[in-house]
């Protein structure tokens, strides 16, 4: 699988997210990834990477009962669209 470039999704300076508006299908590879680059770290002597995942998007009604205009704090991963990162 090539590796998808997340740079384009990079947030500018003046936001609190790194990463904002990444699919929900690139989320695993990203997680490969970062795990990758963590333990490269920790095998240099750094520390890893500590970061937060939020996922976004419209939540539809499901079966639970929570309907579409639902804050996106509560934002489930089943129902997410797009995810964004954060510092931990």
């Known amino acids: 699988m090539a590796r998808?470039?997340?740079?384009k999704y990079a947030t500018d300076i003046t936001?609190?997210?790194?990463?904002?508006?990444?699919?929900?299908?690139?989320?695993?590879?990203?997680?490969?990834?970062?795990r990758?680059?963590?333990a490269l770290k920790l095998a240099l002597?750094?520390?890893?990477?500590?970061?937060?995942?939020?996922?976004?998007?419209?939540r539809r009604t499901n079966k639970a009962g929570r309907c579409s205009y639902a804050g996106q704090l509560t934002c489930l991963k089943a129902d997410a669209v797009t995810f964004s990162v954060y510092w931990r």
């Open 15 to 34: 936001e609190v997210s790194i990463l904002k508006g990444v699919p929900i299908a690139y989320l695993a590879q990203y997680q490969r990834q970062l």
């Open 36 to 38: 990758e680059h963590n």
């Open 45 to 58: 002597g750094g520390e890893a990477l500590k970061l937060r995942f939020r996922f976004r998007g419209p």
């Open 4 to 7: 998808v470039n997340f740079s």
